[in-house]
């Protein structure tokens, strides 16, 4: 099976007009489809560790997808236990699992507390579409600049790793201070060279190498950013396919 990761920056303050998150979360339901060898609905686990299981976010999905003839929704909340007695089973059925935003920091902790990196990966070898936003987006990713940690951005290297990349999410938008900083942790070799995304935009990975980057938002851009050998950094703006 082909292992697939999309990873994505939220819109956070949609435009008039702008349907916001829904065409991208749209994209990845068409991935989830393409790898399914049968009929019936795509199977979509919900991952909100990140918000702390917040039931307001599980709710929003609830209320959008759990009606839908065409998706089949679980939600896989860790707090104050699993709501799955075997995690793992239940990951390995779905088409597509689907991390929210939030803490970077807490969301990786949680996970390996309840050993879930293993069985992520796992997912990812046999083919399940892997995806997120924000923290949802690094944490596939060796790491990124995260606010996790304190009231300024911090490099952090302890994502899972499945692609050899560092990521930043909301590169640009008002989040100038998240630009700047990601750039300067690699120049500096604080994170290893990577791809950073602009809102509306998402990464789609095939292996581990960057298949394609498409965006939801006219002149959103993806980019990647490495080390320039004389303690700098380097940019190159990425072809970004509208949805």
């Excluded at 992520?120 to 995806?131: H, K, N, P, S, T």
């Excluded at 304190?150 to 560092?166: H, I, K, M, N």
């Excluded at 942790?185 to 292996?207: C, F, N």
Aim: overall charge negative; hydrophobic content about 40%.
């Amino acid at each position: 099976m082909q292992r697939q990761v999309f990873a994505f920056s939220g819109v956070l303050a949609p435009r008039p007009g702008e349907r916001g998150n829904q065409p991208l979360i749209e994209h990845v339901l068409r991935l989830g489809r393409d790898r399914r060898t049968a009929e019936g609905p795509v199977r979509v686990c919900y991952v909100p560790t990140a918000v702390g299981d917040d039931p307001t976010a599980v709710s929003v999905y609830d209320r959008v997808f759990g009606n839908r003839g065409d998706v089949t929704l679980s939600t896989l909340r860790l707090f104050p236990r699993p709501s799955e007695p075997d995690a793992r089973r239940h990951l390995l059925t779905q088409d597509v699992v689907l991390v929210e935003g939030g803490s970077l920091v807490n969301l990786l902790a949680v996970w390996r507390a309840h050993d879930l990196p293993a069985v992520l990966r796992e997912c990812w070898e046999a083919g399940i579409v892997l995806a997120g936003t924000g923290a949802g987006s690094q944490c596939w990713h060796v790491g990124g600049p995260t606010d996790a940690l304190g009231d300024r951005l911090a490099p952090l290297t302890e994502g899972l790793g499945l692609l050899p990349f560092s990521n930043n999410v909301h590169d640009a938008d008002g989040e100038l201070p998240r630009r700047d900083a990601y750039r300067r942790s690699v120049a500096q070799g604080e994170l290893p060279g990577g791809y950073a995304t602009e809102d509306g935009v998402g990464l789609h990975y095939i292996g581990a190498a960057l298949a394609e980057a498409v965006t939801v938002r006219p002149g959103a851009q993806a980019w990647h950013v490495r080390p320039d050998g004389t303690g700098g950094w380097s940019e190159r703006a990425l072809p970004t396919r509208p949805i």
